[in-house]
């Protein structure tokens, strides 16, 4: 079979692969993009796009059924699903199409719609749908892959329809009760969203808290919100097994707190976590190594231990989130075509869960800070202080800031409340540029805005 020689080859559309593919292109290079099933990755395909746009319906059911509280006299008479889902799809391949013309359209990248394995270190061979195999070879290989929903080991799991993260955002009838298997951010997006379009909703956390990586009394307010909703929140619960049930669907059993329960439910949804997409790389015929959960080990440069070969975005481990993929791709761009020295190490993490109101993290965890010795002071006020919340009626929340008290530089932040991820986006750059606290909380943002609510927020602390 013939060879088709390439600069660089780049497996995966994802949110790192497609501007790396075309901005390599662009500067000269031959390209080849490999891609298997949907351009753009998991973001516009089943991550960011779809859920976001289903949250923004939900949102609107929710207000409705609130309409009251502002003097608006009105009803929700029932939510049309499928409406809400094609107005999702219509988005996603608006998206979708748009990304797959740009790249078509840009000289010295080649698409190739099929699915990538390794022969050796630098040659791939392409299968495309047609049946069809082709050899590509390259100096430089980027594995972006990502990751996909993880099935964890349950009795009786295969005896029952379950819903992933992915499938449960094709589903045209309401779930009667939604059972929702962990608590993460996935876990609470879906639980919320989906209790508001009119489903019976029960979340089941192993731990003893929801968002494990959260310090506790910003998890413990994630769960009164929720449970204000009407959600059913279990924590210290482990499923043990399930079985179906002739007319609800689906038994759960589990236990808590060394007890046992069944609960029965309608639809069953995994939101336990992710793992990477190497099945049937053949990764290895290239010597780069994987950890204990297969993600492909890199250094701060994103290189594999294979001279060449990168990876970036999930399928390297560390945060999942479209920003990070999207910054390994700077930083991979500016080392290839700029020959310069950038790294991943040490670099600022925010997220935002996108419940309702938003959680947005940046930076240390009051836990993690003192963990790591540091001398704190914690800023923390209710979002019922905040005046614009109060104004809009969404009032639910808290505001909590953990400061180095030696120098004064905020260490991390957790802002859950209406905005959340735009608040923290501020912080997020006051300490980047290593602003104190002190100038933020002196700051005269505008009146009435959530900004202001940093100059209350850091008014609580003592210079």
Not at 197 to 214: A, D, H, N, P, Y
Not at 263 to 278: E, K, Q, Y
Not at 402 to 426: P, S, Y
Request: net charge negative; glycine share 10%; aromatic share 6%.
């Amino acid at each position: 079979m013939k060879t088709k020689s390439y600069d660089a080859i780049v497996i995966g559309s994802g949110q790192g692969g497609t501007p790396l593919a075309k901005s390599l292109a662009t500067a000269g290079w031959k390209v080849a993009l490999i891609e298997h099933q949907y351009i753009g990755g998991s973001c516009i395909n089943f991550g960011c796009t779809p859920t976001k746009t289903m949250i923004a319906s939900a949102r609107i059911a929710h207000l409705v059924n609130r309409s009251e509280d502002y003097g608006i006299n009105t009803t929700l008479d029932s939510v049309n699903l499928k409406a809400v889902l094609k107005r999702k799809q219509d988005i996603v391949e608006s998206f979708r199409n748009g990304s797959k013309q740009k790249l078509l359209s840009t000289e010295g990248l080649t698409l190739y719609e099929g699915f990538g394995r390794f022969v050796d270190e630098k040659t791939l061979e392409v299968s495309t749908a047609s049946g069809n195999k082709e050899h590509l070879q390259a100096d430089k290989i980027i594995i972006n892959t990502g990751t996909s929903p993880a099935i964890p080991s349950i009795a009786g799991l295969d005896q029952v329809p379950t819903l992933d993260s992915t499938s449960i955002m094709e589903i045209d009838q309401l779930p009667e009760h939604l059972i929702v298997i962990g608590g993460g951010y996935v876990g609470l997006e879906f639980g919320q969203m989906f209790h508001r379009f009119g489903s019976k909703v029960t979340i089941i956390q192993r731990g003893q808290q929801l968002l494990s990586k959260e310090d506790e009394d910003v998890a413990s307010e994630m769960a009164k919100v929720l449970k204000n909703e009407g959600l059913t929140i279990l924590l210290n619960t482990s499923p043990i097994n399930v079985s179906p049930d002739p007319k609800a669907g689906l038994q759960l059993t589990v236990k808590q707190d060394n007890q046992e329960k069944t609960l029965t439910g309608s639809h069953l949804l995994i939101a336990t976590g992710r793992h990477p997409n190497t099945k049937g790389l053949n990764l290895e015929a290239t010597g780069l190594n994987t950890d204990e959960k297969g993600f492909i080990t890199v250094d701060g440069r994103l290189e594999t231990a294979a001279d060449g070969i990168y990876a970036i975005g999930d399928v390297k481990g560390g945060p999942a989130f479209t920003h990070i993929s999207y910054d390994d791709y700077r930083v991979l761009n500016k080392n290839l075509l700029e020959k310069g020295d950038a790294s991943i190490t040490g670099r600022l993490v925010p997220y935002v869960v996108f419940t309702d109101p938003q959680l947005g993290r940046v930076g240390l965890t009051e836990r993690e800070a003192r963990s790591l010795g540091y001398n704190i002071k914690v800023a923390k006020i209710p979002m019922n202080w905040v005046a614009r919340a109060i104004e809009t009626d969404e009032t639910s929340g808290l505001m909590k800031a953990v400061i180095d008290a030696e120098t004064d530089q905020v260490l991390g932040a957790a802002i859950f409340g209406i905005e959340g991820g735009e608040i923290m986006a501020i912080l997020q750059v006051a300490m980047r540029a290593q602003y104190p606290y002190t100038a933020i909380r002196e700051e005269p943002f505008a009146h009435p805005t959530l900004a202001e609510s940093l100059n209350t927020l850091f008014a609580t602390i003592d210079s």
